[in-house]
């Protein structure tokens, strides 16, 4: 899942009020008295971000890979792993 920069700007101000076109950090415009954040600091909190839900995937499919040999390491086989993970 990609992060966009309304999710970094709540992330950093979860009461932000902001409009965005085309998720381009340069077209942020601040509503209803929100105060700016720097592009600077959104831009390095969306790396963190990503890099934190790029490794959670990572992680997961991980999880899920071991399983699977597992499973099979049991005697299942293919289909049987795939009818239980619901492939």
């Keep these: 899942m990609k992060i966009d920069i309304c999710t ?12 965005v076109s085309g998720d381009d950090v340069n077209t942020i ?3 209803s008295n929100t105060p700016v ?7 390095a909190k ?3 971000l990503q890099t934190e839900e790029d490794n959670k995937i990572a992680q997961q499919e991980s999880k ?10 049991l005697g299942l ?11």
């Design 8 to 19: 970094t700007i709540l992330a950093l101000n979860p009461t932000a009020q902001v409009s």
């Design 29 to 31: 415009e601040w509503l």
């Design 46 to 48: 969306q790396l963190e």
């Design 77 to 87: 086989d293919e289909e049987e792993v795939k009818a239980i993970i619901g492939i």
């Design 37 to 43: 954040i720097a592009k600077n600091i959104i831009l």
């Design 64 to 73: 899920k890979q071991s399983a699977i040999a597992k499973l099979k390491a």
